[in-house]
């Protein structure tokens, strides 16, 4: 069954802790993204990867890490450094980038 | 910065009733993508528009794409209570997909 998926659904850490997201696709696409949705916002992207060993910073990318070692994987870590990081995170996939944009079922991350 | 202004917010209509949103774009856009997000779900791609005043129907749907590519626009005839849920158009600049904030449907059965 292709998707993408993300886990776990629902996170919780304490402030001042660092926490990754996963993020796995199994359709082979080439460009995956990350983005943050908050109430009233939209979807704003933190980072994104065309390629493996590759990725850039999008919008709102400080306080956010990312690696792509993998095609089908694109971690993000949400640091100590983001200053308010209790937000719905969408990863999604194309198969390249301007293509229309597959989006895995989101990670709930709440900070206590 | 780069932005894409989508109205109204929210929208609360009678079932049976019409919905539209808008989305505007200061600069021209190369494309412009329509998803969908059921409370609680993931965004869901729709349509995607690429030419200038492009209109497509999608059973009730009707996506409209202007003629400079820096508007469009989604209608909803007679809504269903199963039409409820954000809906989001993106506009493809430069090569980044740019999201509007979204319009937030509700319908009263």
């Known amino acids: 069954d292709g998707g993408i998926t993300q886990s776990p659904k629902y996170l919780f850490r304490k402030e001042g802790q660092n926490v990754t997201l996963s993020c796995e696709q199994n359709l082979n696409h080439d460009a995956m993204y990350w983005y943050r949705q908050d109430p009233g916002q939209g979807l704003r992207l933190i980072y994104y990867s065309q390629i493996v060993n590759d990725f850039q910073k999008g919008d709102i990318a400080e306080g956010y890490s990312v690696s792509r070692e993998k095609k089908e994987s694109f971690p993000l870590t949400v640091t100590s450094a983001q200053k308010n990081p209790t937000a719905f995170y969408l990863c999604?996939?194309?198969?390249?980038?301007?293509?229309?944009?597959?989006f895995g079922p989101g990670t709930r991350l709440t900070v206590l | 910065g780069q932005q894409v202004m989508q109205i109204p917010q929210y929208q609360h209509v009678q079932e049976g009733e019409d919905f539209t949103t808008y989305c505007n774009s200061s600069?021209?856009?190369?494309?412009i993508q329509w998803y969908k997000q059921r409370p609680g779900g993931h965004p869901v791609f729709l349509i995607q528009l690429v030419k200038s005043g492009e209109v497509k129907k999608q059973k009730r749907l009707t996506f409209q794409f202007g003629e400079a590519k820096k508007n469009s626009s989604l209608h909803i005839t007679a809504t269903q209570t199963t039409d409820v849920g954000t809906y989001f158009c993106a506009g493809l600049r430069g090569g980044k997909l740019i999201f509007g904030q979204g319009t937030e449907l509700s319908v009263k059965p």
């Open positions: 600069t021209t856009l190369s494309n």
């Open positions: 999604a996939s194309t198969p390249d980038r301007l293509d229309t944009q597959y």
